[in-house]
């Protein structure tokens, strides 16, 4: 497919409804290879999407505040295997939630003690009220807030595990922002701006987006059953901590200089935020024999799909979910990927050395429709770089 056929197909989501609008970017070790806009800001408006439309990267950001641990491990001010409560003493008082006694809460200590390494891996026995049953009703039994009001109480829900004795998905990350913090002695907003923005020339890459980069942003819009899209009123307030897990807003272009400086082992355009043994190791796989689940559950299905997993060997680094063998016409095995909760999805293939994003704004999570889109988007990227042979 050459860059033509990737504009068509991309051209042909928005015809077909599939996004509202979409910035699709591909790039390898030396530069872009492929940057697309395609469609509207709005379907109720007529603002074009552009290359350099702002995006809610929600979860793309937790490449972000991952690779700003890694400096500070590399500092030596940090370390993978140092307890979470030693930097946190707050960390310390979150307890493991066994179940429901009526409804009281029936919780316990933990057995075990999380460390920097489970936050970056997602052994530390956090979730997501998203995807687990049990901490939906916690929020709803105790008033404490999920993390889409943006309120630093999120951070009192307890463990669902014992940490390093299962992979759940959930806010490991918002207290690995902490910990970066603490640490640093700057907000995530600025570090992230100071060490990883600001170096690898990413203008637009931002927690706090100023009113020029929010004329641009794209709104987020929801699935209707008629398989429609509509604006979406959810309403995200001022938050009162940055989001290490989900806070981030940039552009197509910036998101692709931040990967290409991964595929490149952590430099670009002369300016280095890591050393390569440390992007290896992030690249690595992690997990120790903890198993990712065959099926990541939603039990707000306005927020999120039922996500599979994929039908290949998978583990998880530090911050990336990894492949671990190669996808016939796709990624390569050792490739780091992830995505964001309004359907946004990148891969880092340091293998081939490609790296790509698919973004657009849309609820709930992982859309069969858009799924299937930005797999179009990344076969069509490797017919034109060299695609892995079928196994």
């Not at 641009?216 to 979406?232: E, K, S, Y």
């Not at 992830?338 to 880092?348: E, P, T």
């Not at 429709?369 to 892995?388: C, D, K, L, M, S």
């Amino acid at each position: 497919m050459s860059a033509s056929g990737i504009d068509e197909l991309l051209e042909r989501a928005v015809d077909d409804r599939v996004v509202p609008g979409v910035v699709a970017v591909a790039g390898n070790r030396d530069g872009v290879l492929y940057q697309g806009a395609f469609g509207l800001l709005n379907v109720n408006g007529d603002a074009r999407a552009r290359p350099d439309t702002t995006f809610a990267l929600a979860s793309m950001t937790k490449a972000f505040t991952s690779v700003a641990a890694f400096q500070l491990i590399e500092q030596g001010r940090l370390e993978l295997e140092q307890p979470v409560a030693d930097v946190l003493p707050a960390f310390a008082d979150l307890q493991v939630l066994e179940g429901f006694d009526g409804d009281a809460p029936r919780l316990r200590p933990a057995a075990s003690r999380a460390t920097i390494r489970h936050l970056l891996t997602h052994t530390s026995g956090l979730g997501y009220w998203f995807a687990n049953a049990d901490l939906l009703r916690y929020h709803q039994l105790t008033g404490i807030p999920d993390p889409i009001s943006g309120k630093l109480a999120t951070l009192q829900m307890p463990l669902i595990a014992d940490p390093g004795t299962r992979w759940e998905y959930g806010m490991s990350t918002d207290w690995l922002g902490q910990v970066i913090e603490a640490v640093s002695g700057r907000d995530l907003a600025t570090y992230c701006e100071e060490r990883i923005f600001g170096p690898l020339g990413m203008s637009d890459a931002t927690f706090r987006p100023n009113d020029e980069q929010a004329a641009r942003m794209m709104a987020l819009h929801f699935r209707m059953p008629d398989g429609g899209l509509v604006q979406n009123s959810l309403d995200f307030p001022e938050p009162e901590f940055w989001s290490g897990g989900g806070g981030a807003f940039t552009t197509g272009p910036n998101y692709l200089r931040f990967m290409r400086a991964l595929l490149r082992g952590g430099e670009l355009d002369g300016e280095r935020i890591l050393r390569p043994e440390t992007v290896e190791l992030a690249f690595s796989d992690q997990l120790a024999g903890v198993v990712l689940p065959e099926v990541m559950r939603s039990v707000i299905p306005e927020l999120c799909n039922d996500v599979p997993s994929l039908p290949v060997a998978q583990s998880f680094g530090l911050g990336f979910h990894l492949v671990l063998e190669d996808i016939p016409g796709m990624r390569r095995a050792g490739t780091g990927d992830w995505a964001g909760l309004f359907n946004c999805y990148y891969w880092i293939d340091r293998a081939t050395g490609v790296a790509g994003a698919f973004l657009t704004q849309v609820l709930p999570f992982y859309d069969a429709r858009i799924v299937e889109w930005a797999a179009g988007f990344e076969q069509g990227v490797y017919a034109e770089v060299g695609a892995p042979l079928s196994a």
